[in-house]
């Protein structure tokens, strides 16, 4: 199965806000401060959104663990 660029770009954004409201919780914990917390929120979600991109897209050209179809398979 192959999947298409804007997949991944859609899939990269969903799990950014997730993650990035993860760090923002754990360093509002950690310093006080919202401000702080914020800052180091916006800054991750730029750079883990571009990180995870070209993961992803690197993990699509990798065959391992993909198995191929075959004429015989059942698909509804």
Do not use: C, F, P, Q
Not at 23 to 46: H, K, N, R
């Amino acid at each position: 199965m192959h999947e298409k660029a804007y997949r991944s770009v859609v899939k990269s954004i969903s799990w950014r806000v997730i993650g990035t409201l993860d760090t923002i919780i754990i360093s509002y914990l950690i310093t006080g401060s919202l401000v702080m917390a914020a800052s180091i929120g916006s800054i991750e979600l730029v750079t883990k959104m571009i990180l995870y991109y070209a993961h992803e897209r690197a993990w699509n050209v990798i065959s391992l663990g993909r198995s191929t179809s075959s004429k015989d398979d059942y698909r509804i």
